[in-house]
C-alpha cells in the first residue's frame, strides 16, 4: 500500500493508479481522466458525479481537499458506498485539530460528497419541497438557515455587473414567487417544441428560479443540483463535464439573465445561459469564456478582423456605420459584414424582421443570431420597432 500524503490513518490510497491520480491532481491535470475511457456505465455514471459535484464547488470561490479525492476513488472502485465516504469525511473533520485544513475546505469537501450523493439517487419530485429538501440535504451543518427560506432581503456585488446587484425576489413573496413559477413550469408542455425552442424555455425557468434566491446563501449549488436531476427526468443525458468545468460561468450566466441597466444599453439575456446548455445537454463545443459575460467586454472578442475605415459602408446604399460615434467600440468581421449585407438587402430600411428572419435567411443558430442583433443594435445599425410583437427590428435610415 502506498500511504495517503496526509497521513490519514481513515483512508489509505490502495493502488499506484490512485497515487498516479493524487500526483496528477497536484499538477492541474484531471484526476478523473484515466476513469472516463474504457470504464463500464456505472462507475463513469460515479466519476461524472463527483466531477461534477467537485466542480460546481467553484461557484463560491471553494477548492476541495485531496483527501476527499482519495474518498472519491475509492467510491467510485466500489470499495465504499456514497453514505460510507459522507460518514468517512466526517470523522475526518471531527478530528480536524489534526489538521491544517481551512473551513473552507471543509464546506466544499463536504458539499462536494453531499452533492455527488445527490446527483446520483434517481429520486427526484418536480415540487418547490425538493428544491428546498436539496438545499437542507446539502448545507445541513454548514449553514445554520439550511432548508429554511430566508427572511430578509438580499444583494450581492458580481464581479460581472462591475460591482453592481441583481434584484434578487422580495423576502415576503419568495414562497409565493417559487411555487407560482413551479406551477408553471409544471403545466407548460415541451411537445413540437424545437430544441432551440426547449434550451431557451429552460434557460428561462432556470433563470427565473434562480432569481427568486430563496436561501441566504448555496443558491447556485442548489439550482444545479436540481436542474441536473430535471434534466434527468426529461431524458436527457447530461454526463460530459460542462458542470464540472464552467460552473462559475453557469453563474455568471444566471447574473446576466437577470440583470437590466437600460440607460447604459444592458439587457436581462438567456443567450449565455443557452450556449452553456447546448454544451451541456447537446455536446457542443460552444467557447464559454466569463470575460465576455462581463458588462463592460467588447464586442471584437469573437473576431479579430479590423475595419481600418471609421465607417463601414454596408450594401449598395452605403448606409454609414458611424463606429467612433458608438456607445461600444467595436470591430466587425469580414463574416459578420456579410451577414449584415444580406439582411439588409432583403429587409432594406422599412420591412420590420426579428431573430426567427435572421434564423431563416442566414441559417444562423438561436444563440447566433441573437448575437448579431445585439451586436447591430449597439452599433446602431438597427432600431427596435414598437407594435409588431416583442424583439422586432428594422434598419436606421431612408
Not at 497515487?19 to 463500464?40: A, Q, T, V, W
Not at 452533492?115 to 429538501?133: P, V
Amino acid at each position: 500500500m502506498v500511504a495517503i500524503l496526509l497521513n490519514d490513518p481513515l483512508m489509505p490510497v490502495k493502488t499506484i493508479s490512485e497515487y498516479e491520480i493524487l500526483r496528477r491532481n497536484r499538477l492541474n491535470k484531471d484526476p478523473f481522466e484515466e476513469y472516463i475511457i474504457g470504464s463500464e456505465p456505472e462507475k463513469k455514471y460515479k466519476v461524472y458525479a463527483w466531477h461534477t459535484a467537485i466542480g460546481l464547488q467553484a461557484v463560491d470561490g471553494l477548492k476541495t481537499s485531496e483527501y476527499l479525492l482519495s474518498i472519491a476513488l475509492r467510491n467510485i472502485e466500489g470499495e465504499i458506498s456514497f453514505e460510507e465516504a459522507n460518514s468517512l469525511l466526517q470523522q475526518y473533520y471531527n478530528k480536524k485539530t489534526l489538521h491544517s485544513t481551512s473551513d473552507r475546505t471543509e464546506k466544499a469537501d463536504k458539499v462536494s460528497a453531499r452533492t455527488a450523493t445527490l446527483i446520483s439517487e434517481i429520486a427526484f419530485s418536480f415540487t418547490y419541497q425538493e428544491y428546498i429538501s436539496i438545499h437542507r440535504k446539502l448545507f445541513t451543518g454548514i449553514y445554520s438557515h439550511a432548508g429554511r427560506i430566508r427572511d430578509y432581503n438580499i444583494t450581492k456585488k458580481e464581479w460581472v455587473l462591475d460591482g453592481a446587484t441583481v434584484i434578487y425576489g422580495s423576502a415576503t413573496e419568495l414562497l409565493a414567487t417559487l411555487d407560482y413559477d413551479f406551477s408553471c413550469e409544471k403545466k407548460f408542455s415541451y411537445k413540437n417544441l424545437s430544441m432551440d425552442e426547449i434550451i431557451h424555455h429552460l434557460a428561462v425557468f432556470i433563470s427565473r428560479l434562480w432569481q427568486i434566491h430563496v436561501f441566504g446563501e448555496g443558491n447556485t449549488r442548489t439550482t444545479a443540483v436540481f436542474l441536473i436531476k430535471y434534466l434527468h427526468t426529461l431524458g436527457f443525458d447530461v454526463t460530459n463535464g460542462t458542470f464540472a468545468e464552467k460552473a462559475w460561468y453557469f453563474r455568471n450566466a444566471l447574473v446576466r439573465a437577470n440583470y437590466n441597466d437600460l440607460k447604459n444599453g444592458i439587457h436581462e439575456t438567456t443567450e449565455y445561459l443557452e450556449l452553456f446548455l447546448r454544451n451541456l445537454l447537446l455536446n457542443e463545443n460552444n467557447p464559454l469564456r466569463n470575460r465576455e459575460l462581463h458588462v463592460r467586454c467588447p464586442l471584437n472578442l469573437y473576431e479579430k478582423a479590423n475595419i481600418d475605415t471609421k465607417k463601414a459602408n454596408i450594401g449598395s446604399e452605403k448606409t454609414n456605420i458611424d463606429i467612433a460615434n458608438s456607445d461600444v467600440k467595436a470591430t466587425l468581421s469580414i463574416r459578420t459584414i456579410e451577414h449584415i449585407k444580406k439582411l439588409k438587402a432583403i429587409f432594406a430600411f422599412e420591412k420590420v424582421f426579428g431573430r426567427a428572419d435572421v434564423i431563416k435567411v442566414l441559417g444562423l443558430k438561436n444563440t447566433g443570431s441573437s448575437s448579431l442583433l445585439k451586436k447591430m443594435l449597439e452599433l446602431k445599425i438597427i432600431e427596435p420597432v414598437s407594435g409588431y410583437g416583442k424583439g422586432k427590428y428594422r434598419f436606421v435610415g431612408k
